[in-house]
């Protein structure tokens, strides 16, 4: 490329001013044919760092990409406010937010070329054809798509396509980059580049990123922060690895982590945690006698010959450098996992005992955690 062509071009480093992005008291309703109310987003406040990327992370039908049309403008919302810095932007047209967009489906229009797709933005913002055409390579150069501008979308593969989308949301240099669920439509190793990608990108743009998807393993490996999101309510914020470590309730616990966080029915009595069959397993827990529900992460089930856990493996799991035991707790008719150093050798039948090095202790009927 012509040094001469791009030198009153700014680079990627200082085009993108990331800004912060305030969600304040945010309603969303939807009205079915027959008049059923289902409330999307439900006073949602939050505010997300200029220059981080935030995944936005929950199941199906909790409000995410709700929440992620409210801040680009394709929604209203029945209430509250959104503030790219200290700007109002509620009302303000969608084109005129400094938004760039990228679709789970990518959006890609088939009968243009790359470098045709990246430049469309800039043609309805009446960018002259030679800026344009300078600013489309340099965001190719940036996604690693600088030899693909003259191919055809159905000439790319699935990462190739996601990467035009994103260098054309970025060419517009928004002020925010949203993405919407951009990495469901990819196999598994695709899957792992692209989110990688996205990182990079967005660590050497600086730009503010919204990254929504279902995927709690995407959101926190790539995330500065996570927003756990349940029927269209706020659970929990905060960096990855504390929001696993220290989750505020029952659904935060379930919803993170892979394998699932055991769950097993217990009681305090005393300022002890007592398995049903009647075992301590911990104390310190500054509460009334009740019953209550243990939450114990896979890894936190440590293999001890003086462990209060007891257990029957009923299946073994090689999972590379670790295995995994399914095991059926003594006197609770209860399976749990465990995660162990592949170095131990164990059989269906074998009888074994744990330590619980982290206890989490839910209320039973609010799904509250008790600290």
Same mark, same amino acid.
């Given at each position: ?9 700014p ?28 409330v ?20 199906s ?14 929604h209203?919302?029945d209430a ?7 700007e ?9 937010r ?9 959006a890609l229009?088939p009968?243009?070329?790359v ?15 030679k800026?344009?055409?300078v ?7 940036l ?10 979308p159905?000439q ?19 002020r925010?980059?949203? @993405?919407d669920?951009? *990495?469901?439509? =990819?196999?598994?190793?695709? +899957?792992?580049?692209?989110?990688? /990608?996205? !990182?990079?990108?967005?660590k ?6 919204i990254?929504?998807?279902h995927?709690?393993e995407?959101?926190?490996?790539i995330?500065?922060e996570i ?19 220290e ?7 379930k919803?993170?982590?892979n ?45 001890s010959?003086q ?8 299946l073994?799991?090689h ?5 995994? @035991?399914?095991?059926? *707790?003594?006197? =609770?008719?209860?399976?749990? +996992?465990?995660?162990?150093?592949? /170095?131990? !050798? ?12 982290k206890?989490f ?11």
């Amino acid at each position: 490329m012509n040094k001469e062509t791009t030198k009153d071009i700014p680079d990627s480093s200082t085009v993108y001013k990331g800004v912060t992005v305030t969600l304040q008291n945010l309603t969303k309703e939807f009205v079915d044919k027959k008049g059923k109310v289902t409330v999307a987003v439900n006073d949602f406040s939050v505010t997300i760092p200029a220059g981080k990327l935030v995944g936005l992370l929950g199941p199906s039908g909790c409000g995410k990409s709700t929440t992620l049309y409210m801040i680009c403008g394709l929604h209203k919302p029945d209430a509250g406010a959104i503030l790219f810095d200290d700007e109002d932007v509620t009302n303000t047209p969608p084109e005129k937010r400094g938004i760039g967009m990228v679709f789970q489906n990518y959006a890609l229009y088939p009968h243009m070329t790359v470098k045709q797709n990246i430049m469309f933005p800039l043609e309805n913002l009446r960018v002259p054809h030679k800026e344009a055409l300078v600013r489309a390579q340099k965001l190719a150069e940036l996604v690693h798509i600088g030899d693909l501008m003259d191919r055809k979308p159905n000439q790319l593969s699935g990462g190739q396509q996601q990467r035009v989308a994103i260098a054309r949301a970025l060419v517009k240099e928004p002020r925010v980059l949203l @993405l919407d669920e951009p *990495l469901s439509n =990819l196999d598994a190793r695709l +899957r792992l580049q692209t989110r990688e /990608e996205i !990182r990079r990108i967005q660590k050497e743009t600086g730009i503010t990123t919204i990254f929504v998807t279902h995927d709690q393993e995407e959101a926190m490996s790539i995330s500065d922060e996570i927003i756990v999101m349940n029927e269209g309510i706020k659970q929990q914020i905060g960096h990855p690895q504390d929001v696993y470590e220290e989750p505020v309730n029952l659904f935060v616990a379930k919803f993170l982590g892979n394998p699932q966080i055991n769950i097993v029915p217990g009681i305090l009595a005393g300022g002890k945690c007592l398995l049903e069959n009647g075992e301590v397993i911990d104390s310190g827990i500054n509460q009334p006698d009740q019953e209550v529900l243990f939450g114990m992460r896979p890894e936190y089930l440590k293999l001890s010959k003086q462990g209060k856990i007891l257990a029957t493996v009923d299946l073994v799991e090689h999972i590379g450098r670790d295995t995994m @035991l399914i095991c059926v *707790l003594h006197g =609770l008719n209860l399976k749990v +996992r465990a995660i162990i150093p592949s /170095e131990y !050798r164990f059989a269906p039948g074998d009888e074994v005992r744990f330590e619980c090095s982290k206890l989490f202790v839910f209320n039973k009927t609010t799904g509250e955690r008790y600290k």
